[in-house]
């Protein structure tokens, strides 16, 4: 099985405007698919530097002078360019969310396919797991998660039910969840409902859109005039600052404008957000709800 079956390949290199001699950044390298096609589009002076916090992603480290992998969170974008000696890049690429490989390795309790340990880190060596959060956060938090998170319209009961559970015994595995929620996942409805509480406290563990919008405010820095970012969405709550960021440069309202009406803005969108086609789709499930958006600088 493929660590990882990148999605939007061409499409998000493409969306790069590769010059050959520059410089670029993978900021999810997972099992390398988007990287190496940078580099087929490099000459020998180009330079690819790659962040993945994962130390699984290490296993797949590609053996190219003109490439490096930074064991690192993509939030760190800023300060790990410039202590290897890049205070400006040519493009940035993002596939976010989690890779196949998470997915499939029961242990990292990612999946709801699995009984397993609810852990669901990103990073194995930080402090807060999905067992944490599930245990330890109140009813309030709780609800505020599934909500937002997981825009799941019965937060307040599922909430409720978690902490009247784990009164009795604390709620370590993928199955006690489910059991804890009960009635609030019908047979026909179980996938789906899952999904949105696996994702909610996932999104929570790993400070996902945190994560996304200090990375994105980096990228201003970052990248050089002419500069492409090419950023690979799987669920709405991160397209949404992903788009608004940059139509805006903002997340929130609107851009100040100057006295001609002009709104100063850091980017331009290339094109309209592309999405996979059904024969990537019948060859990656996954792909499904990936989304696709470039701008330049």
């Avoid at 997972?30 to 000459?43: A, D, F, Q, V």
């Avoid at 290490?58 to 064991?71: G, S």
């Avoid at 009813?139 to 307040?156: M, Q, S, V």
Wanted: overall charge positive; glycine content about 8%.
């Amino acid at each position: 099985m493929e660590y990882h079956n990148p999605v939007l390949l061409k499409e998000s290199v493409d969306g790069l405007n590769i010059q050959p001699g520059g410089v670029y950044v993978d900021v999810t390298f997972g099992g390398g698919g988007h990287s190496m096609e940078i580099l087929k589009r490099l000459n020998e002076k180009g330079k690819l530097l790659a962040f993945d916090q994962d130390k699984d992603a290490l296993k797949n480290a590609i053996d190219d002078p003109r490439f490096m992998l930074i064991n690192e969170n993509f939030r760190f974008l800023k300060r790990f360019l410039r202590f290897y000696g890049h205070t400006s890049v040519d493009g940035i690429l993002g596939d976010f969310g989690v890779s196949s490989h998470q997915f499939d390795e029961p242990e990292r309790g990612f999946s709801t396919r699995f009984e397993s340990v609810l852990d669901m880190r990103m990073n194995q060596h930080a402090a807060l797991s999905a067992v944490e959060v599930i245990n330890d956060y109140d009813e309030k938090n709780l609800r505020k998660i599934l909500l937002e998170y997981g825009e799941l319209r019965a937060a307040a009961g599922m909430a409720r039910m978690i902490v009247t559970f784990r009164k009795t015994k604390p709620i370590t595995t993928s199955e006690q969840l489910k059991a804890a929620l009960g009635k609030f996942v019908p047979k026909h409805k179980e996938h789906k409902i899952l999904a949105q509480v696996f994702q909610a406290i996932r999104i929570e563990v790993n400070q996902e859109l945190e994560v996304l919008k200090e990375f994105l405010l980096q990228t201003t820095e970052v990248l050089k005039t002419g500069g492409r970012l090419s950023l690979i969405s799987y669920h709405s709550l991160e397209d949404r600052l992903v788009k608004r960021f940059m139509r805006n440069g903002l997340f929130e309202g609107e851009p100040e404008k100057d006295i001609y009406g002009r709104a100063e803005v850091p980017f331009r969108a290339i094109g309209k957000f592309i999405v996979p086609s059904e024969e990537e789709i019948s060859r990656n499930s996954r792909a499904r709800s990936a989304k696709l958006r470039i701008a330049e600088k």
